[in-house]
């Protein structure tokens, strides 16, 4: 993904609430606690912007995949990140390996 996709997710406004998983629609992400949450952000994050590691990442990755890019998270997050885009850049990195 172009570093233009990473600039428009906003994620440097990202407070790592969790809100983007925890009030997903689908609600596939409603056993974390507060803190796991804060890890998923944090990890989705940082695969967006540098890349998945494979064997580093794998929890991250098993997470990210319940996630179908329905679109609520954009709704809910109060510091107004686009976690759709994140997610979509995130799973492409996982994608290409890279």
Do not use: H, W
């Not at 609430?17 to 992400?29: H, S």
């Not at 580093?56 to 319940?66: G, H, S």
């Amino acid at each position: 993904m172009t570093e233009t996709g990473i600039n428009e997710a906003g994620l440097e406004s990202c407070i790592y609430c969790g809100a983007c998983f925890r009030y997903c629609i689908l609600g596939v992400y409603s056993e974390l606690d507060g803190i796991e949450l804060k890890s998923l952000v944090s990890g989705v994050t940082r695969i967006a912007r540098k890349g998945y590691r494979s064997g580093k990442d794998d929890r991250i990755k098993e997470l990210l995949e319940r996630c179908t890019l329905q679109g609520y998270c954009d709704k809910v997050c109060p510091a107004m990140v686009k976690p759709l885009l994140r997610n979509k850049i995130a799973k492409k990195s996982i994608e290409e390996g890279k």
